[in-house]
């Protein structure tokens, strides 16, 4: 057999008994002991210091500590566990991980599968007009969403920087015409001329004739805030979703 071999295998066997000490090391201490010895891995130094993190005297933290002493009671265990950075198991009984588990914050998505037309301004701004609602031949591209949205829902693409920060050129959103806005929503809605714009719906209040009056805002401040009793508009429909590539080429 080989040096190298041999030496691959004084290794691995160096370090499983490495790892069955440390195990064994962990199962033989009490949970006195390592309250203590995480305590102090940790960098806290007093009694006081881990205290302060779990909301109870030093005093305490202290018998916590001592041989024969009492342990965190069941509701409380969690909290020191956390605060020392381990596991409630390895606390209690010494099990072998020690360490927190790692943050498992995002499960399996389903893929969607409604098929929504992305559609020019000028096709937004008929929107309303029409009898039958757009179908992703209709449009330049199509997007997948959820089946929550009605079969009037369409997608437009953000141009311009007039809603700048945040949306940029590029982006692009949703258009439920179901949904009647909510003050502080987004919206798509269309002028006289039929064209079509995306801004912030502002509600102001009601005219002599009982019609809600309402701004449309750009979030960029370059840019005129309009109104409703002063500009033609309408409401075409409320933003569903906003979609923002993480990088562009």
């Known amino acids: ?3 190298i071999v041999l030496e691959n295998l004084a290794f691995t066997r160096k370090n499983c008994v490495a790892t069955i000490k440390s195990c064994g090391h962990s199962l033989h201490m009490s949970i006195h002991r390592r309250i203590k010895e995480r305590r102090l891995a940790l960098g806290m130094t007093s009694h006081q210091a881990l205290a302060d993190r779990i909301g109870v005297s030093w005093q305490t933290v202290q018998l916590w500590e001592k041989e ?12 020191v566990a956390k605060e020392l950075g381990v596991t409630p198991a390895w606390l209690l009984n010494g099990d072998p991980e020690p360490m927190t588990p790692f943050d498992k914050n995002v499960t399996p998505s389903s893929m969607s599968r ?6 020019s301004a000028i096709q937004a701004g008929l929107a309303r007009e029409i009898t039958e609602p757009y179908v992703p031949g209709d449009g330049y591209a199509t997007i997948y ?23 940029q050129p590029g982006d692009r959103v949703i258009i439920e015409p179901e949904w009647i806005p909510r003050p502080g929503e987004y919206v798509a809605a269309k002028n006289g001329r039929q064209e079509a714009t995306f801004k912030k719906y502002r509600q102001r209040g009601i005219d002599s004739n009982g019609n809600d009056v309402f701004e449309l805002v750009p979030l960029n401040p370059d840019y005129p805030t ?24």
Do not use: C, Q
């Open 114 to 119: 409604r098929a929504i037309p992305v559609i």
């Open 1 to 3: 057999m080989s040096s």
């Open 68 to 79: 024969g002493g009492t342990a965190p009671n069941r509701s409380r265990i969690e909290k």
């Open 145 to 167: 969403a959820d089946d929550e949205y009605s079969k009037w829902a369409f997608g437009l693409d953000i141009e311009g920087d007039s809603m700048l920060p945040e949306f």
């Open 226 to 249: 309009v109104r409703s009793d002063e500009t033609p508009l309408t409401i075409i429909g409320v933003m569903a979703e906003h979609r923002r590539k993480a990088r562009r080429r």
